[in-house]
């Protein structure tokens, strides 16, 4: 059993920043890849950025290389992940509500697709205006 709780969006202007964060419970669970996603407005959700948490290899979506950096910690119980998203030079398109996944069920190579997470939260938006 995993519990995410994303946070960090917010509204920015074009050329800003913002660090999204999800805190990650496990009860008696391991995590082997975690993601973020977003979903704009009448559009599917799309992958934006994976990691592996043994080794931490990232993967990125094109549109946000070079500008987003996916990382994670964990707890020194080892009880909790926290996985970031830290967003640069961010664009209006950049502008969905995003979600935080992780996958418990094996590893997978990077990136995993939507349906191979078991776990989601509940979002959080962030919006860019020009």
């Known amino acids: 059993q995993v519990q995410l709780v994303e946070s960090g969006g917010g509204s920015v202007q074009a050329g800003g920043s913002l660090r999204l964060s999800c805190a990650a419970s496990?009860?008696?669970?391991?995590?082997?890849?975690m993601g973020w996603f977003r979903q704009a407005p009448g559009k599917e959700r799309e992958g934006v950025a994976h990691?592996?948490?043994?080794?931490?290899?990232?993967?990125?979506?094109?549109s946000v290389k070079g500008r987003f950096t996916i990382s994670h910690t964990i707890s020194l119980d080892n009880a909790k992940n926290t996985l970031y998203l830290q967003m640069t030079s961010l664009k209006p398109e950049d502008t969905a509500m995003y979600y935080c996944?992780?996958?418990?069920?094996?590893?997978?190579?990077?990136?995993?697709?939507?349906?191979?997470?078991?776990?989601w939260g509940q979002g959080t938006q962030v919006t860019v205006s020009s």
């Open positions: 996944a992780a996958r418990t069920i094996s590893w997978v190579s990077l990136p995993p697709s939507r349906e191979q997470y078991n776990y």
């Open positions: 990691i592996s948490i043994m080794g931490s290899n990232t993967y990125y979506t094109d």
């Open positions: 496990r009860y008696g669970a391991y995590i082997y890849n």
